[in-house]
Protein backbone atom coordinates (compact mmCIF):
# COMPACT_ATOMS: atom_id res chain seq x y z
CA UNK A 1 0.00 0.00 0.00
CA UNK A 2 1.38 3.30 -1.29
CA UNK A 3 1.17 6.50 1.97
CA UNK A 4 0.35 9.85 0.29
CA UNK A 5 1.43 12.65 2.25
CA UNK A 6 -1.63 14.31 3.54
CA UNK A 7 -0.22 17.91 2.41
CA UNK A 8 -0.71 15.98 -1.18
CA UNK A 9 -4.91 16.06 -0.25
CA UNK A 10 -5.45 19.12 2.63
CA UNK A 11 -4.58 21.99 0.22
CA UNK A 12 -7.90 23.02 -1.13
CA UNK A 13 -8.25 25.35 -4.25
CA UNK A 14 -10.09 29.12 -3.86
CA UNK A 15 -13.39 28.21 -5.53
CA UNK A 16 -15.03 31.51 -4.33
CA UNK A 17 -15.81 33.90 -7.26
CA UNK A 18 -14.84 37.35 -7.15
CA UNK A 19 -17.73 39.54 -8.53
CA UNK A 20 -16.17 43.39 -9.16
CA UNK A 21 -17.71 45.80 -6.56
CA UNK A 22 -20.77 47.40 -8.16
CA UNK A 23 -21.52 45.13 -10.67
CA UNK A 24 -24.65 44.43 -8.96
CA UNK A 25 -27.34 45.48 -6.52
CA UNK A 26 -29.97 44.52 -4.33
CA UNK A 27 -33.26 45.30 -4.72
CA UNK A 28 -34.85 47.19 -1.76
CA UNK A 29 -38.32 45.80 -2.24
CA UNK A 30 -38.14 42.24 -3.52
CA UNK A 31 -34.53 42.01 -2.72
CA UNK A 32 -33.22 40.27 -5.86
CA UNK A 33 -29.64 40.45 -6.80
CA UNK A 34 -29.55 42.39 -10.29
CA UNK A 35 -27.37 43.49 -12.99
CA UNK A 36 -26.15 47.12 -12.35
CA UNK A 37 -26.25 48.38 -16.04
CA UNK A 38 -29.87 46.30 -16.64
CA UNK A 39 -31.17 48.69 -13.31
CA UNK A 40 -29.67 51.80 -14.94
CA UNK A 41 -31.27 50.43 -18.27
CA UNK A 42 -34.40 50.64 -16.72
CA UNK A 43 -34.43 54.42 -15.50
CA UNK A 44 -33.14 52.83 -12.23
CA UNK A 45 -36.46 50.95 -11.91
CA UNK A 46 -36.30 47.41 -10.57
CA UNK A 47 -37.48 45.17 -13.82
CA UNK A 48 -38.60 42.17 -11.30
CA UNK A 49 -40.81 44.54 -8.81
CA UNK A 50 -40.98 47.55 -9.99
CA UNK A 51 -39.07 49.30 -7.17
CA UNK A 52 -38.10 52.95 -7.84
CA UNK A 53 -34.24 53.28 -7.03
CA UNK A 54 -33.41 56.78 -5.62
CA UNK A 55 -31.92 59.03 -8.30
CA UNK A 56 -30.02 62.19 -7.92
CA UNK A 57 -31.57 65.60 -8.70
CA UNK A 58 -29.74 66.00 -11.72
CA UNK A 59 -30.31 62.47 -12.98
CA UNK A 60 -33.76 63.59 -12.73
CA UNK A 61 -33.26 66.09 -14.77
CA UNK A 62 -31.88 64.26 -17.70
CA UNK A 63 -35.10 61.88 -17.80
CA UNK A 64 -37.87 64.34 -17.57
CA UNK A 65 -36.74 68.06 -19.82
CA UNK A 66 -35.01 67.82 -23.11
CA UNK A 67 -31.87 66.81 -24.37
CA UNK A 68 -30.18 70.05 -23.89
CA UNK A 69 -32.47 72.37 -22.55
CA UNK A 70 -32.02 72.82 -19.35
CA UNK A 71 -31.06 76.43 -17.71
CA UNK A 72 -30.21 76.27 -14.21
CA UNK A 73 -31.37 79.64 -11.72
CA UNK A 74 -30.00 80.13 -8.65
CA UNK A 75 -26.89 77.70 -8.40
CA UNK A 76 -24.89 79.87 -6.53
CA UNK A 77 -27.00 80.20 -3.59
CA UNK A 78 -25.77 78.13 -0.52
CA UNK A 79 -27.06 78.29 3.19
CA UNK A 80 -25.54 80.10 6.49
CA UNK A 81 -25.38 78.71 9.79
CA UNK A 82 -27.12 82.05 11.15
CA UNK A 83 -28.74 80.67 14.26
CA UNK A 84 -24.86 78.88 15.00
CA UNK A 85 -26.63 75.91 15.55
CA UNK A 86 -24.40 73.24 17.55
CA UNK A 87 -25.93 69.83 18.72
CA UNK A 88 -23.92 66.56 18.20
CA UNK A 89 -22.09 68.49 15.60
CA UNK A 90 -22.10 72.04 13.98
CA UNK A 91 -24.11 72.97 11.30
CA UNK A 92 -20.78 74.07 9.72
CA UNK A 93 -19.56 70.95 9.68
CA UNK A 94 -22.38 69.22 8.17
CA UNK A 95 -22.65 71.57 5.84
CA UNK A 96 -19.13 71.03 4.54
CA UNK A 97 -19.84 67.36 4.74
CA UNK A 98 -22.65 67.55 2.35
CA UNK A 99 -20.82 69.51 0.24
CA UNK A 100 -17.96 66.90 -0.24
CA UNK A 101 -20.86 63.80 -1.25
CA UNK A 102 -20.29 62.77 -4.51
CA UNK A 103 -23.01 65.01 -6.78
CA UNK A 104 -22.00 66.48 -10.57
CA UNK A 105 -22.09 68.66 -10.27
CA UNK A 106 -21.43 69.70 -6.58
CA UNK A 107 -24.77 70.60 -4.88
CA UNK A 108 -25.08 73.33 -2.78
CA UNK A 109 -28.12 72.75 -0.67
CA UNK A 110 -30.88 70.28 -1.47
CA UNK A 111 -32.31 71.29 -4.69
CA UNK A 112 -31.70 72.27 -8.33
CA UNK A 113 -33.90 74.73 -9.83
CA UNK A 114 -34.13 76.28 -12.82
CA UNK A 115 -36.09 75.79 -16.70
CA UNK A 116 -36.29 74.02 -19.68
CA UNK A 117 -38.30 72.25 -21.94
CA UNK A 118 -40.69 68.67 -22.06
CA UNK A 119 -41.29 67.22 -25.42
CA UNK A 120 -40.97 71.24 -26.84
CA UNK A 121 -43.19 72.92 -24.10
CA UNK A 122 -41.16 75.33 -21.41
CA UNK A 123 -41.53 74.56 -17.73
CA UNK A 124 -40.00 76.23 -14.41
CA UNK A 125 -38.63 73.11 -12.61
CA UNK A 126 -37.04 72.44 -9.13
CA UNK A 127 -35.92 68.83 -8.08
CA UNK A 128 -34.86 68.06 -4.63
CA UNK A 129 -31.59 66.71 -3.97
CA UNK A 130 -32.46 63.68 -1.34
CA UNK A 131 -28.28 62.95 -0.39
CA UNK A 132 -27.96 66.72 0.64
CA UNK A 133 -29.12 66.30 4.52
CA UNK A 134 -32.04 64.29 3.88
CA UNK A 135 -33.66 67.02 1.56
CA UNK A 136 -34.22 68.72 4.49
CA UNK A 137 -35.88 72.47 3.53
CA UNK A 138 -33.74 75.31 4.71
CA UNK A 139 -34.03 78.96 3.72
CA UNK A 140 -32.30 78.54 0.80
CA UNK A 141 -34.28 75.87 -0.35
CA UNK A 142 -37.43 77.86 0.26
CA UNK A 143 -35.97 81.20 -1.49
CA UNK A 144 -35.03 78.65 -4.94
CA UNK A 145 -39.02 77.57 -4.56
CA UNK A 146 -40.05 81.19 -4.19
CA UNK A 147 -38.06 82.09 -7.02
CA UNK A 148 -38.93 79.58 -9.15
CA UNK A 149 -42.60 80.04 -8.52
CA UNK A 150 -42.38 83.48 -9.37
CA UNK A 151 -40.70 83.21 -12.92
CA UNK A 152 -43.04 81.15 -13.47
CA UNK A 153 -45.72 84.24 -12.84
CA UNK A 154 -43.31 86.35 -15.36
CA UNK A 155 -43.35 83.98 -17.64
CA UNK A 156 -46.60 82.67 -17.38
CA UNK A 157 -45.13 79.31 -17.77
CA UNK A 158 -45.82 75.77 -15.99
CA UNK A 159 -44.24 75.09 -12.87
CA UNK A 160 -43.44 71.31 -11.76
CA UNK A 161 -41.75 70.79 -8.19
CA UNK A 162 -40.28 66.89 -7.38
CA UNK A 163 -40.11 66.53 -3.89
CA UNK A 164 -38.16 64.60 -1.99
CA UNK A 165 -37.45 65.47 1.66
CA UNK A 166 -37.17 64.65 5.59
CA UNK A 167 -39.16 67.61 5.84
CA UNK A 168 -37.87 71.07 7.79
CA UNK A 169 -34.31 71.59 8.77
CA UNK A 170 -33.92 71.69 12.02
CA UNK A 171 -30.42 73.29 12.24
CA UNK A 172 -32.44 76.54 10.48
CA UNK A 173 -34.93 76.70 13.22
CA UNK A 174 -37.80 78.77 12.63
CA UNK A 175 -36.42 80.22 9.60
CA UNK A 176 -37.03 76.83 8.07
CA UNK A 177 -40.46 76.49 9.15
CA UNK A 178 -40.86 79.69 7.65
CA UNK A 179 -40.54 78.39 4.22
CA UNK A 180 -43.57 76.37 4.51
CA UNK A 181 -45.66 79.99 4.61
CA UNK A 182 -43.29 81.61 1.93
CA UNK A 183 -43.58 79.05 -0.43
CA UNK A 184 -47.58 78.74 0.08
CA UNK A 185 -48.18 82.55 -0.58
CA UNK A 186 -46.50 82.38 -3.65
CA UNK A 187 -47.76 79.14 -4.75
CA UNK A 188 -51.33 80.52 -4.34
CA UNK A 189 -50.22 83.61 -6.63
CA UNK A 190 -49.82 81.43 -8.80
CA UNK A 191 -53.13 79.72 -8.67
CA UNK A 192 -55.03 83.49 -9.21
CA UNK A 193 -53.07 83.84 -12.16
CA UNK A 194 -54.74 80.49 -13.13
CA UNK A 195 -50.60 79.13 -14.41
CA UNK A 196 -50.60 75.67 -13.82
CA UNK A 197 -48.94 73.69 -10.82
CA UNK A 198 -47.87 69.92 -10.64
CA UNK A 199 -45.65 68.63 -8.12
CA UNK A 200 -44.29 64.63 -7.93
CA UNK A 201 -43.81 63.16 -4.82
CA UNK A 202 -41.15 60.71 -4.55
CA UNK A 203 -39.88 58.11 -1.89
CA UNK A 204 -39.59 60.38 0.45
CA UNK A 205 -41.52 63.01 0.96
CA UNK A 206 -42.47 63.96 4.49
CA UNK A 207 -42.83 66.82 7.55
CA UNK A 208 -42.63 70.53 6.41
CA UNK A 209 -42.55 69.46 2.80
CA UNK A 210 -45.14 67.44 2.54
CA UNK A 211 -47.31 70.32 4.96
CA UNK A 212 -47.07 73.04 2.44
CA UNK A 213 -45.95 72.97 -1.17
CA UNK A 214 -45.85 69.46 -1.51
CA UNK A 215 -49.73 68.69 -1.57
CA UNK A 216 -50.63 72.06 -3.16
CA UNK A 217 -50.22 70.94 -6.61
CA UNK A 218 -53.15 71.09 -9.21
CA UNK A 219 -52.12 67.73 -10.23
CA UNK A 220 -50.37 65.94 -7.48
CA UNK A 221 -48.19 63.01 -8.85
CA UNK A 222 -46.66 60.23 -7.03
CA UNK A 223 -44.41 57.92 -7.90
CA UNK A 224 -45.17 54.53 -7.08
CA UNK A 225 -44.51 52.97 -3.22
CA UNK A 226 -43.70 56.36 -2.57
CA UNK A 227 -43.63 57.33 1.18
CA UNK A 228 -45.64 60.53 1.86
CA UNK A 229 -46.87 61.55 5.37
CA UNK A 230 -46.20 64.36 7.73
CA UNK A 231 -45.13 62.16 10.81
CA UNK A 232 -43.61 58.88 10.47
CA UNK A 233 -45.36 55.89 10.80
CA UNK A 234 -43.48 54.81 13.90
CA UNK A 235 -44.35 57.68 15.96
CA UNK A 236 -48.33 58.05 14.67
CA UNK A 237 -48.68 54.17 15.69
CA UNK A 238 -46.93 55.41 19.22
CA UNK A 239 -49.27 58.54 19.10
CA UNK A 240 -52.87 56.49 18.91
CA UNK A 241 -51.27 53.64 20.17
CA UNK A 242 -52.87 51.32 17.45
CA UNK A 243 -52.02 49.26 14.86
CA UNK A 244 -51.54 51.16 10.65
CA UNK A 245 -53.28 49.79 8.22
CA UNK A 246 -51.34 47.75 5.24
CA UNK A 247 -49.71 50.39 3.43
CA UNK A 248 -49.98 53.10 4.88
CA UNK A 249 -48.77 56.84 4.10
CA UNK A 250 -47.53 55.00 0.64
CA UNK A 251 -48.85 56.60 -2.87
CA UNK A 252 -51.11 53.54 -2.89
CA UNK A 253 -52.62 53.98 0.26
CA UNK A 254 -52.99 57.76 -0.62
CA UNK A 255 -54.12 57.46 -4.21
CA UNK A 256 -57.24 55.08 -2.66
CA UNK A 257 -58.37 57.92 -0.11
CA UNK A 258 -58.25 60.89 -2.63
CA UNK A 259 -55.18 61.94 -1.58
CA UNK A 260 -53.42 62.28 -4.23
CA UNK A 261 -54.19 62.25 -8.68
CA UNK A 262 -52.12 59.52 -9.89
CA UNK A 263 -49.07 57.16 -9.43
CA UNK A 264 -47.15 57.24 -12.71
CA UNK A 265 -43.97 54.95 -13.39
CA UNK A 266 -40.42 56.85 -13.93
CA UNK A 267 -40.36 55.23 -17.52
CA UNK A 268 -43.79 57.44 -18.06
CA UNK A 269 -43.14 60.52 -16.55
CA UNK A 270 -42.10 62.60 -19.26
CA UNK A 271 -44.99 61.50 -21.52
CA UNK A 272 -47.29 62.01 -18.38
CA UNK A 273 -46.06 65.80 -17.91
CA UNK A 274 -46.20 66.81 -21.42
CA UNK A 275 -49.66 65.47 -21.50
CA UNK A 276 -50.73 67.39 -18.50
CA UNK A 277 -49.07 70.90 -19.25
CA UNK A 278 -50.84 71.04 -22.98
CA UNK A 279 -54.07 70.17 -21.38
CA UNK A 280 -53.66 72.43 -18.30
CA UNK A 281 -51.98 75.32 -20.33
CA UNK A 282 -54.52 75.06 -23.17
Known amino acids: ???????????????????????????????????????????????????????????????????????????????????????????????????????????????????????GQRVMIAVFEFSFMGGSMGSVVGEKITRIIERGLDKRCPVIIFTSSGGARMQEGILSLMQMAKTSAAIARLKEAGIPYITVLTDPTTGGVTASFAMLGDIIIAEPRALIGFAGPRVIQETIRQKLPEGFQRAEYLLEHGMIDMIVDRKMMKTTLARLISLLAG
Open 1 to 119: MIWFKKSLFSKKEDSTVRIPHGLWVKCNHCSEIIYKKEVERNLDVCPKCDYHFYISAWERVGIVLDEGSFKEHDGDLEPVDALEFKDLKRYKDRLRAAHREKSAPRALDAIVSGEGLIN
